[in-house]
């Protein structure tokens, strides 16, 4: 039986195949990574609605097709007689859709509130150094009201945090902070960037920064480092930082990696600042 590719369900897929989901929340559901071993805590998301997916740990994602290509490394060929030979048990139920998430931003205001303002000390970040690029954000998912720290990006999204959740508003996209064009420093997270100011001790840092928010941005971001002389990455020692550094690092020939030199023992600039403290 021939299956239109696109409605073949990614979650059906992958529990066919041994990965039981972990949760399911305002319409994705959470798998540990069929990519990478050891996935203790869940990173695989399955967007129900577009039925896309995106591995939070080594920052890839994209269809079922690419999903299976990354899994068994096998060719397109193989790909398309393995998909042909599912059957309908596979098939997405489109006429009863999962709820998108209804995540609504109420007000944007200057951090007033103390939980916010104790979120930040326990993340070793100091407040003098944050307000500029922080904001006071009220939301409302489901019909029930939330508020949190946000990072706005450059479309207008917002990066939202606060002690019990971490989440985010589309657009989600990448964060520029202009500063000197003459070098650029690139980070994974704005918590790791609010962490440098910290630890450099300054309400801004003299070169242009770039706040990734997620490093699937990578690939928008390429195309801006020619401008640059000079290429300082503050990634995550992990997978996804790595090859983050590597694919930044083969695009601009003058690119240095400070994730080894100043908090090699860490995960990332943030997790060095609280254990400074």
Request: hydrophobic content about 35%; charged content about 20%; proline content about 4%.
């Amino acid at each position: 039986m021939n299956i239109d590719v696109k409605n073949i369900s990614i979650s059906q897929y992958l529990i066919a195949n041994g990965y039981k989901p972990v949760k399911s929340v305002y319409g994705s559901t959470w798998f540990s990574s069929p990519l990478r071993e050891g996935d203790k805590k869940p990173s695989f998301k399955v967007d129900e609605n577009r039925n896309i997916w995106f591995d939070h740990g080594s920052g890839i994602g994209g269809t079922l097709f690419t999903l299976i290509r990354e899994m068994f490394h096998i060719s397109d060929r193989e790909i398309f007689v393995l998909l042909e030979g599912l059957d309908s048990s596979f098939q997405r139920d489109l006429s009863s859709p999962v709820p998108q998430s209804s995540l609504r931003i109420d007000q944007v205001m200057p951090l007033q509130f103390a939980s916010l303002r104790e979120y930040l000390r326990s993340r070793g970040i100091e407040h003098q150094y944050a307000r500029p690029y922080i904001s006071q954000i009220h939301y409302t998912i489901h019909n029930k009201q939330y508020y949190a720290l946000g990072f706005k990006n450059d479309k207008g999204g917002w990066e939202l945090r606060n002690k019990h959740w971490k989440g985010s508003s589309s657009p989600k996209y990448f964060r520029t902070i202009r500063g000197k064009e003459s070098a650029l420093n690139v980070f994974e997270g704005f918590m790791d960037y609010l962490s440098a100011l910290t630890y450099f001790k300054s309400p801004f840092l003299a070169n242009t920064s770039i706040v990734l928010n997620s490093v699937s941005f990578v690939k928008s971001v390429i195309p801006l480092l020619d401008s640059y002389t000079q290429i300082n990455l503050f990634l995550d020692n992990d997978t996804a930082g790595e090859n983050t550094a590597k694919a930044i690092s083969s695009a601009h020939s003058n690119t240095k990696s400070f994730a080894g030199e100043l908090y090699p023992n860490h995960k990332d600039f943030n997790e060095m600042l609280i254990a400074s403290k």
